[in-house]
């Protein structure tokens, strides 16, 4: 039994011996991880609260239709635009990300 333990004590001298990375470029390549996590789940987090956000609109519109004085145009209006502004929220960080079609023809 001591023998185990002595054998897994010296074995776990090897992964002390690594010394891991360290300075600002270390710690910035640490966070790059996260934060491209984050962003994607804020990039798909748009769509779907855009999408929901439009699809909703559409309903209000149409319960605006049968009554007009119970649902307001402005909160149709509202929804709608809320809807599109998230939908093409992704798309404007890609063109200012990546560039203009248009400078890449020059």
């Known amino acids: 039994m001591t023998k185990k ?14 010394a891991p990375p360290s300075g600002i470029g270390a710690v910035a390549n640490n966070l790059m991880g996260p934060v491209s996590f984050l962003s994607d789940f804020i990039y798909s987090a748009c769509f779907v609260i855009g999408g929901s956000f439009v699809f909703a609109g559409v309903v209000k519109y149409f319960e605006h239709r049968r009554n007009p004085l119970g649902v307001t145009i402005g909160t149709v209006i509202f ?19 990546h ?6 023809l020059k």
């Open 79 to 97: 929804l709608f635009l809320a809807g599109l502004f998230l939908i093409s929220l992704p798309f404007a960080y890609l063109v200012i990300h």
């Open 99 to 104: 560039g203009s079609p248009y400078t890449l």
């Open 5 to 18: 333990l002595l054998l897994l004590y010296t074995l776990s001298f090897g992964v002390y011996a690594a």
